[in-house]
């Protein structure tokens, strides 16, 4: 190794040695919003031997951008970018923040401090700030009794859950909110503030209602030149067990045609029942279906005349989470005639 280099990592070493009493403690990384604001939160130590020089009344802060000068707490410049030293410097707090962002603002900040005999850079440290012109989206989780639910929008009926909104709060005046909207009722939301997050829960009980319904969240951050917005949505899927519409009916002629509409999640399955006994596709019988949508079917059956003046038909619809009855009784009565409705049954 050349003599050179030894000397130049020993001086290196000497420094660390008899600069260990100087630190500073700040972010490594900043994400500002362009038109707003943005904080640099700073704490820094020094050599005790210098603390009888650091005044509230001497103590000045700087901050060095690529090696230039861009803040001076005592002294603002045409230049200098407009901000403000929001920590007190003679309790070792150089917090700061800079006003009306831009990517001018881009780059490596390192800061310095100057009272009386103590002047030192802290190069060894540095802060980077990155300017966006739009916010980051917001996260959207959902809970389900209390516990995440990863790679999921699946939850069953009758549970509680919570759509969570987070979102990394930037420097904004005022700050930013959270807004949800969505296809259908909008629940209560509760919203509250974790460290640097900005969060709101929507927190209700699944119900076939919000089956498919997509929930949306947006971030809002009003600047003097306009408004900043940010969406990310969540679609969810319930799972329910079966419900059959009263308005299933029946028409009679020289041939009984009845239908039956049913919904359910996972799409149901059903069955006709005639005086207690599985009906099937005869000579005497005609079952068909019509798909609706993804969770609803409509099932028609066709019935010969002298099966309907004594006998009790039964629609029968289920799933993985339940099973739902509704009873017909048929009189052949003329072609506008139509199935009387007599109860309905709901099993869970």
Not at 34 to 59: H, P
Not at 113 to 142: H, M, R, W
Request: proline share 3%.
């Amino acid at each position: 190794m050349a003599l050179a280099e030894k000397i130049c990592i020993f001086a290196i070493l000497l420094q660390g040695v008899c600069c260990k009493d100087f630190n500073i403690s700040l972010p490594e990384k900043i994400q500002a919003l362009s038109g707003s604001c943005v904080i640099i939160k700073c704490r820094f130590e020094i050599n005790e031997t210098y603390d009888k020089d650091l005044t509230e009344s001497n103590a000045t802060g700087f901050w060095l951008k690529n090696s230039h000068e861009v803040f001076n707490s005592r002294d603002p410049k045409p230049n200098n970018f407009e901000g403000k030293m929001s920590g007190k410097l003679h309790e070792k707090n150089c917090t700061t923040i800079f006003y009306n962002v831009s990517s001018q603002h881009n780059g490596t900040y390192l800061f310095s401090i100057e009272s009386g005999k103590l002047k030192y850079k802290y190069i060894f440290k540095t802060s980077s700030i990155n300017v966006a012109e739009t916010p980051v989206n917001p996260q959207v989780v959902l809970y389900k009794d209390k516990q995440e639910l990863q790679d999921q929008q699946e939850v069953l009926e009758g549970r509680s859950v919570s759509l969570r909104c987070s979102a990394k709060t930037l420097c904004s005046s005022p700050p930013a909110t959270l807004t949800w909207s969505s296809t259908a009722r909008i629940p209560h939301s509760e919203s509250s503030k974790q460290q640097d997050l900005i969060v709101s829960d929507l927190i209700f009980t699944a119900a076939p209602r919000h089956n498919r319904v997509t929930f949306t969240c947006s971030i809002s951050y009003q600047l003097q030149d306009n408004n900043r917005t940010a969406h990310s949505s969540i679609t969810l899927h319930v799972q329910y067990a079966p419900q059959i519409f009263s308005y299933s009916s029946c028409t009679s002629t020289n041939v009984t045609v009845c239908f039956c509409e049913v919904d359910g999640n996972p799409l149901p399955e059903v069955e006709w029942h005639l005086s207690g006994h599985l009906v099937l596709n005869s000579s005497n019988t005609f079952i068909s279906e019509e798909r609706l949508s993804n969770t609803s079917l409509r099932s028609f059956i066709s019935l010969q005349q002298f099966l309907s003046h004594t006998n009790t038909l039964l629609c029968l619809s289920k799933n993985s989470h339940g099973s739902a009855s509704q009873q017909l009784h048929m009189n052949f009565v003329s072609t506008e005639a139509s199935c009387k409705f007599l109860s309905v049954i709901y099993i869970v």
